[in-house]
């Protein structure tokens, strides 16, 4: 009988998201092998080879690439940390997939997909959220709807890794977090034209040891189909209500509001899905790979069904293993114009002036 060989796949930088991804790979054991982990703390990369039950530990990862050979690498390190893996990977044309943001540095990001797509290799970042069921809808309504607004709010609290709290490590909240509602605003929307940003700082009391980046930013964004729209991101939250994250596509007779990878409510009249029934148990029943119920006023709910994650993880995966990048939602060089949004709004705030999408991104 003949036997298939699994796609040989490892990690750098065994920290939270890493965690998260290998929580998905234990799923992918038919096709994939997990050869290799990587953390400059060795205890935590042998944490992971522990949970996987395989895997070799590693504290340099030229090393593990030598030894384990690897089809594919799972980049998972802080944003501040992004080039000289890369480079590597590039070198030696192992597929990779690298986690948001992609560099604080558009320069060197820009020079790296193009030395990537040179090499031929499948890229993909990690914005799971493209791999969401409300995508779709949320585009039909796109289409369907003359959009004017879009105004997104993301207000949080402070993340406990160290880093985080730094600007200059982060990129700051924007950059490093806020990335996935500019991402999905691009995705499901359109493209930026010019953002004008405003930041503040020294509000929090109290904040943690080495606290130092924006208390809250508000970007006004112009979008190159003629819309505006307001993007604000705030980390001063301490808890109950004033936690926040939507973002709301208002036309002239209805808006939709998504809550990323939780749900997506269309409310007036003419939105509301004709085929949407109300089965008793709160108005909700499932359809295809998505939730809808239809309230009573006036409104169409849509919930996250399944594991958008996991989807993202395993589509990079099975691309790397055909050598076919076009199933991949977040390819490098579109991840790249994510990032361009979000460090153009940086720009904005240290000079007080608009700053346009584009001009960061000549040269690609
Ligand atoms: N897609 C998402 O929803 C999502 C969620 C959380 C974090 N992230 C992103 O993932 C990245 C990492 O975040 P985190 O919270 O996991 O950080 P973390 O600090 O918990 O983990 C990062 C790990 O990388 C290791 N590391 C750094 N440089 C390394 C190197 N050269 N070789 C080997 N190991 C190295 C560190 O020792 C650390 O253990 C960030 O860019 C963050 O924005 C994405």
Not at 124 to 142: D, H, K, M
Not at 230 to 249: H, L, N, P, R
Not at 287 to 307: C, E, F, L
Not at 324 to 332: A, E, G, I, K
Request: some cysteine; overall charge negative.
């Amino acid at each position: 009988m003949e036997t298939k060989s699994k796609a040989r796949l490892a990690l750098i930088g065994c920290g939270g998201i890493g965690s998260y991804h290998l929580g998905h790979f234990l799923g992918f054991t038919d096709i994939i092998d997990m050869v290799g982990f990587c953390d400059l703390i060795p205890e935590r990369a042998q944490a992971f080879s522990e949970k996987a039950g395989c895997g070799a530990v590693y504290t340099d990862y030229k090393k593990m690439l030598d030894e384990t050979n690897p089809d594919m690498v799972f980049v998972c390190i802080p944003p501040y940390c992004h080039g000289e893996v890369e480079y590597e990977l590039i070198k030696r044309k192992i597929h990779f997939f690298v986690e948001k943001p992609l560099s604080l540095d558009i320069e060197q990001a820009k020079d790296i997909l193009l030395k990537s797509e040179a090499a031929g290799i499948v890229t993909a970042s990690g914005f799971q959220c493209r791999y969401s069921n409300l995508v779709e809808p949320n585009i039909e309504y796109i289409k369907a709807n003359k959009i004017f607004f879009v105004s997104c709010e993301r207000m949080g609290g402070i993340p406990m890794v160290e880093w985080w709290r730094n600007k200059e490590l982060s990129g700051g909240q924007a950059v490093e977090q806020t990335i996935h509602q500019f991402d999905i605003i691009r995705y499901v929307f359109g493209e930026p034209d010019t953002v004008f940003s405003m930041n503040t700082t020294g509000l929090i009391d109290n904040p943690p040891e080495g606290y130092k980046t924006d208390d809250l930013s508000v970007t006004c964004v112009k979008f190159k189909n003629g819309a505006v729209g307001t993007i604000s991101t705030g980390c001063y939250v301490e808890g109950g209500d004033a936690y926040d994250s939507k973002v709301v596509f208002s036309s002239s007779k209805s808006r939709a509001e998504l809550k990323i990878l939780g749900t997506l409510k269309i409310f007036g009249e003419t939105a509301v899905k004709k085929d949407a029934e109300d089965k008793g148990e709160g108005g909700f029943v499932v359809k295809g790979d998505g939730g809808i119920g239809a309230g009573s006023g006036n409104s169409t709910v849509y919930k996250q069904v399944g594991d958008a994650g996991i989807l993202c993880d395993l589509t990079f995966i099975e691309a790397a293993i055909k050598g076919d990048p076009t199933l991949v939602r977040s390819p490098y060089r579109d991840a790249l114009r994510s990032l361009a949004f979000t460090l153009a709004c940086n720009q904005s705030m240290e000079s007080g002036l608009p700053v346009r999408i584009d001009d960061l991104l000549k040269g690609i």
